[in-house]
């Protein structure tokens, strides 16, 4: 395993960033730790358990929005129609992932006592976990929600063709709207939502 890190470390495997290479020597160690769980008859300890692993500088490189700039993507937003300024208020007022909002279907807002709450599926999970909508996200979801045709059931948010609208094309409308409100394309990262959401919360 010490041989395989510096492998990594001398570009055996191309130039990897030390982020990558610590991932990779972690995973080799998370196989080991399972082998010990269900296999201890033959593997009795975790050789990369003691290898050195490269400094992984945690700090967050998504610039985020701040308060201007996210009240200008409101308004450009909100002159697009219901449906993006509900998809730009769930956002920025959930903090949820681009694919955790459109992966949710209109019966997943509830309210639940005197708040609402958006039950969706988290990265790496099963079954979908509720998280808390401010009541000004939920009351814009809830204004496109009754301006569709049919109604309620279905897809939370649809596309032109009244399918449900995918990943890439939420995040596509999501930047041209930045670009109307004047800001910056390298701002509009996957995670600019939940930073900013983080961020303004704090």
Same mark, same amino acid.
């Given at each position: 395993?010490?041989?395989?890190?510096?492998?990594?470390?001398?570009?055996?495997?191309?130039?990897?960033?030390?982020?990558?290479?610590?991932?990779?020597?972690?995973?080799?160690?998370?196989?080991?730790?399972?082998?010990?769980?269900?296999?201890?008859?033959?593997?009795?300890?975790?050789?990369?358990?003691?290898?050195?692993?490269?400094?992984?500088?945690?700090?967050?490189?998504?610039?985020?929005?701040?308060?201007?700039?996210?009240?200008?993507?409101?308004?450009?937003?909100?002159?697009?129609?219901?449906?993006?300024?509900?998809?730009?208020?769930?956002?920025?007022?959930?903090?949820?992932?681009?694919?955790?909002?459109?992966?949710?279907?209109?019966?997943?807002?509830?309210?639940?006592?005197?708040?609402?709450?958006?039950?969706?599926?988290?990265?790496?999970?099963?079954?979908?976990?509720?998280? *808390?909508?401010?009541?000004?996200?939920?009351?814009?979801?809830?204004?496109?929600?009754?301006?569709?045709?049919?109604?309620?059931?279905?897809?939370?948010?649809?596309?032109?063709?009244?399918?449900?609208?995918?990943? *890439?094309?939420?995040?596509?409308?999501?930047?041209?709207?930045?670009?109307?409100?004047?800001?910056?394309?390298?701002?509009?990262?996957?995670?600019?939502?939940?930073?900013?959401?983080?961020?303004?919360?704090?």
């Amino acid at each position: 395993v010490g041989d395989y890190a510096a492998w990594l470390a001398e570009g055996g495997a191309g130039e990897l960033a030390g982020s990558t290479q610590a991932a990779r020597i972690s995973s080799v160690s998370s196989f080991y730790r399972w082998l010990q769980r269900n296999i201890r008859d033959r593997v009795m300890h975790n050789p990369a358990e003691h290898v050195d692993r490269p400094e992984v500088d945690r700090e967050s490189r998504t610039a985020g929005l701040d308060a201007a700039e996210l009240d200008r993507l409101r308004t450009a937003a909100r002159e697009r129609g219901s449906r993006e300024y509900a998809l730009v208020q769930l956002l920025a007022g959930a903090g949820l992932r681009i694919s955790e909002a459109v992966g949710a279907a209109s019966r997943h807002l509830r309210r639940e006592g005197a708040r609402w709450y958006l039950y969706v599926k988290r990265k790496r999970k099963t079954d979908r976990e509720p998280v *808390q909508v401010p009541d000004s996200a939920s009351r814009a979801v809830r204004r496109y929600l009754a301006t569709r045709p049919e109604g309620r059931p279905g897809p939370l948010f649809l596309d032109n063709a009244g399918n449900r609208m995918s990943r *890439q094309a939420a995040g596509n409308r999501v930047r041209s709207l930045a670009l109307k409100a004047g800001i910056e394309d390298r701002k509009m990262s996957p995670h600019v939502f939940r930073h900013a959401a983080t961020t303004l919360a704090l």
